[in-house]
């Protein structure tokens, strides 16, 4: 039986999605707290614990910023008119406002017991600016090669704390799809993981999590979020056997058009999954989809591929 819909109706049905949803002031210590819960009992565990304590210094830093938003509102509105992301992570990692946040960042760590931590730390307190932003432009450029893995984590987390404060203080972007559909509009970043929320305007929508600054934009489902295509696309998940079918609260969209794939995280399964946290505690998918031929795009700043 068809179904008449009144003006009304036919008016709201024909809204655009939001194209944003920005994340919350206390993101990294939602963050934390999911990477304590998924740290109980998993091979990981010790590395999950560890990254909560970077989250909740990242959460001590945008609580307390070491400095302000470096982009012009001049600059911002350029930016933002002409369709370009008003933190574009290449400038301003080269530019350098984020070293201050580094730098709070270490002053969070005090007295750590000789071991790989200590020595990581000690490598960080050793080196220069320079050496610091040649750092940072690797691991955002994805040269992991061209940095000690033990550094990514306490660099990735200072350049997120920076840019993920940046983008609160903006005042009411509007921003703009990038060129391409994983493309951060607020930073240029690549996305890190999708997320099909389940509230609000929100509901059923994906959005694509950035990797750097922790914006969410809107990109529809079930299609590539690297060639575009939508044929043949499959799910993977890890869990399916614990499920039943579709219902895995994480799952890998597979795209044999260009053998990538990227993971989401489906709220109405697990309304309590967080893109970076659950990303680091599935690993293993990551294992599997490799020795299968998939490939992964998505970067995650808090880890080395082939650390952990």
């Known amino acids: 039986m068809s179904t008449i819909l009144e003006p009304g109706q036919i008016e709201a049905s024909a809204v655009m999605p939001p194209f944003l949803h920005l994340p919350p002031a206390n993101l990294f210590a939602l963050r934390a707290a999911r990477l304590q819960q998924l740290a109980e009992g998993h091979a990981l565990g010790a590395y999950l614990r560890l990254v909560a304590r970077l989250c909740r210094v990242q959460q001590q830093l945008v609580d307390n910023p070491p400095g302000g938003l470096p982009v012009a509102g001049e600059r911002q509105r350029l930016c933002i008119s002409h369709g370009l992301p008003p933190l574009a992570a290449d400038s301003l990692v080269r530019e350098g406002p984020w070293l201050a946040w580094l730098q709070a960042l270490l002053g969070q760590f005090h007295n750590e017991p000789e071991g790989p931590l200590a020595e990581a ?37 200072a350049l997120q704390a920076a840019w993920s404060s940046w983008l609160l203080a903006l005042p009411q972007p509007e921003l703009k799809p990038a060129g391409s559909l994983a493309q951060c509009p607020a930073c240029g970043s690549p996305a890190m993981a999708g997320v099909v929320r389940n509230r609000g305007k929100h509901n059923g929508l994906r959005y694509l999590a950035c990797s750097l600054c922790s914006c969410e ?92």
């Open 121 to 157: 730390l000690r490598t960080l307190r050793d080196s220069d600016d320079s050496q610091r932003k040649g750092w940072a432009i690797a691991l955002l450029g994805g040269q992991y090669d061209a940095l000690p893995a033990a550094l990514v984590p306490f660099i990735g987390a």
């Open 217 to 308: 934009w809107h990109v529809v489902r079930v299609k590539c979020v690297y060639c575009e295509s939508s044929k043949d696309l499959r799910y993977s998940s890890l869990e399916d056997d614990r499920h039943a079918l579709g219902k895995a609260p994480l799952r890998a969209e597979c795209c044999p058009g260009c053998q990538a794939y990227l993971k989401q995280n489906y709220l109405e399964n697990d309304a309590a999954a967080e893109p970076l946290a659950d990303d680091l505690a599935s690993l293993v998918l990551d294992m599997r989809l490799d020795e299968e031929g998939w490939h992964r795009l998505a970067p995650n700043l808090l880890l080395a591929p082939g650390g952990g």
